[in-house]
Each structure stands twice: as structure tokens, then as C-alpha cells.
């Protein structure tokens, strides 16, 4: 069974990099016919797909943050990562890394790691 | 971007009663070359992940009851749970995966009466 794990530092300072990691396990993250994605839900508020990642490093981002955001695979470790850069106290969030499945769609997203809480505040 | 819209923003139903959950896109999410449904609906309860209820908008994930259905074409979306059970309170989301940017609904809050 796949499963995934974010880690990374839980406060960030404004103006600063926000670095995450998403562990995955039970599957190769080198596979094809899969996306790996990070998204965020701000607190009280909906999901933000922030963007994905696949096979061979490709990536797709969300046009809002396109300018501030890399993602990247580290098929060594069965990684992938999350950069955010100049953060400010709107990026505060959960974020969290997801999968989604061939038999149901690019986007539509079955497995989820556990999320982390990433503030923002000096 | 589609915007997605659910309604209501909160739901309180009593346990055994259908909860009613309704969700529309800006733009239609039906794919006409395979017609299906870009629209997913989520489960997130306290402290954990969403979790996938219903993909191509009516199709049961695995494992998840039959009292949750999912019905719906083009830009109007709902999630029937039928038989509400105390285990169902947690805050429901649609999504599209029509047209990238992705995008969710505000998510709808379901409590017990």
C-alpha cells in the first residue's frame, strides 16, 4: 500500500524559503501514470492544488504561484520536494503531498500523506 | 480557472437522515470524448487528510459505504449520504480535474442536528 510523508520545518520566517519533503513508500516514485502533487489548505478555508510532478521530472504549477514555487524529484531517496520562495503570512497552511491514479483520472487524488503545518511569522 | 461552488457552507442533519450536498462548476467539467465527469468528492475530518469518497462523479472509491453517491453532469454536481451515521461529521469538498489549475469548493460542514 502506498503511502506518503511530509517532513520539513514547521515555522518559516516572512521573506524566506519554504522547503518541504514528501517521503513516498510501498511504490517506486519513478513509475509512469502517476502525479505527485502538493497542496495546501489554509486555515479554515478550502484546498489549493499548488502542482505536480511525474515521470521524468516534468511539472506542472498553479498560475497563482508559478513564480514562487519548484518542484522536485529525487528518485534516489523516492522523494519529491516542495520549494516556496519570499513567503509571507498568507502562505501559512497545512500542506500536504498526494497521489493521484490512472483508473481515476490526472488530478483526482486517492492517496494523501498526513499534512504539515507550516506558519509563517517572524 | 473553473470556480467551484458547494452549497450549503454548513449542514447539520439529524443521524438516519439524507444529507444533501451540492457543488457546481463555472464552466462544464464533462469530457465529452470519454463522457465522464471531471468531479471528485472529498472526506476530511479533524486532524487528518481528505479523503476520496466518489471520482468521476459517481463512482464509489473503494471501501467507502454505499449510503454515499454521488450524481450529477456538466456543472452541477451533488453528494447523497444516506442514512447519516455519527462517523459521517467531517467537512465534505468537490473538486474538478477538468482544466488544470485544479480547483475545490469552499468545502460544506456537515454536523448532527
Aim: net charge neutral.
Amino acid at each position: 500500500q502506498v503511502q506518503l510523508q511530509e517532513s520539513g520545518p514547521g515555522l518559516v520566517k516572512p521573506s524566506q524559503t519554504l522547503s518541504l519533503t514528501c517521503t513516498v513508500s510501498g511504490a517506486s516514485i519513478s513509475r509512469r501514470g502517476y502525479h505527485y502533487s502538493w497542496i495546501r489548505r489554509h486555515p479554515g478555508r478550502g484546498l489549493e492544488w499548488i502542482g505536480y510532478i511525474y515521470y521524468g521530472g516534468n511539472t506542472q504549477y498553479n498560475p497563482s504561484l508559478k513564480s514562487r514555487v519548484t518542484i522536485s524529484l529525487d528518485t534516489s531517496k523516492n522523494q519529491f520536494s516542495l520549494e516556496m520562495r519570499s513567503v509571507t503570512a498568507a502562505d501559512t497552511a497545512v500542506y500536504f503531498c498526494a497521489r493521484d491514479d490512472d483508473s481515476s483520472g490526472i488530478g483526482s487524488f486517492d492517496c494523501w500523506g498526513q499534512g504539515t503545518l507550516v506558519t509563517v511569522s517572524s | 480557472d473553473i470556480v467551484m461552488t458547494q452549497s450549503p457552507d454548513s449542514l447539520a442533519v439529524s443521524l438516519g437522515e439524507r444529507a444533501t450536498i451540492s457543488c457546481k462548476s463555472s464552466q462544464s467539467i464533462l469530457n465529452s470524448s470519454n463522457n465522464k465527469n471531471y468531479l471528485v468528492w472529498y472526506q476530511q475530518k479533524p486532524g487528518q487528510p481528505p479523503k476520496q469518497l466518489i471520482y468521476w462523479a459517481s463512482t464509489r472509491e473503494s471501501g467507502v459505504p454505499d449510503r454515499f453517491s454521488g450524481s450529477g453532469s456538466g456543472t452541477d454536481f451533488t453528494l447523497t449520504i444516506s442514512g447519516l451515521q455519527a462517523e459521517d461529521v467531517a467537512v465534505y469538498f468537490c473538486q474538478q480535474h477538468f482544466d488544470r489549475p485544479f480547483t475545490f469548493g469552499q468545502g460544506t460542514n456537515l454536523e448532527i442536528k
